[in-house]
């Protein structure tokens, strides 16, 4: 079982910045694929980025690339999103998400955190 908690959401004014972390818990993050997703108000749960299954390459939704950045801290178990330029249809609740390396679906993931908010004023 892995325990993922986000953390790092806030408000901030478009154009600014902002770095979310997420902890995992229970298995090494080495041996898990590690995603970011993102769901506003009233809209579906989209994707946002994510490692590759070797979790060496990364992959961003086409509005994020340029923005956001996915990246790792094997020591701290955590992953992390850096989001540059923000803009207020960035505000959402960004979701951790994870599976193990071991599943060959791109699509499912077994674990997730329970959210930070992101909010972006104008």
């Known amino acids: 079982q892995v325990q993922l908690v986000e953390s790092g959401g806030g408000l901030v004014q478009a154009g600014g910045s902002l770095r979310l972390s997420c902890a995992a818990s229970?298995?090494?993050?080495?041996?898990?694929?590690m995603s970011w997703f993102r769901q506003a108000p009233g809209k579906e749960r989209e994707f946002v980025a994510r490692?590759?299954?070797?979790?060496?390459?990364?992959y961003y939704a086409d509005s994020m690339k340029g923005r956001f950045t996915i990246s790792r801290d094997n020591a701290k178990n955590t992953v992390y999103l850096q989001m540059n330029s923000l803009k207020p249809e960035d505000t959402a609740v960004y979701f951790c998400?994870?599976?193990?390396?071991?599943?060959?679906?791109?699509?499912?993931?077994?674990?997730w955190g329970q959210g930070t908010q992101v909010t972006v004023s104008s």
């Open positions: 229970g298995r090494t993050i080495n041996n898990i694929v």
């Open positions: 490692f590759g299954r070797r979790n060496i390459n990364t």
């Open positions: 998400a994870a599976r193990g390396i071991e599943v060959l679906s791109l699509t499912q993931w077994d674990y």
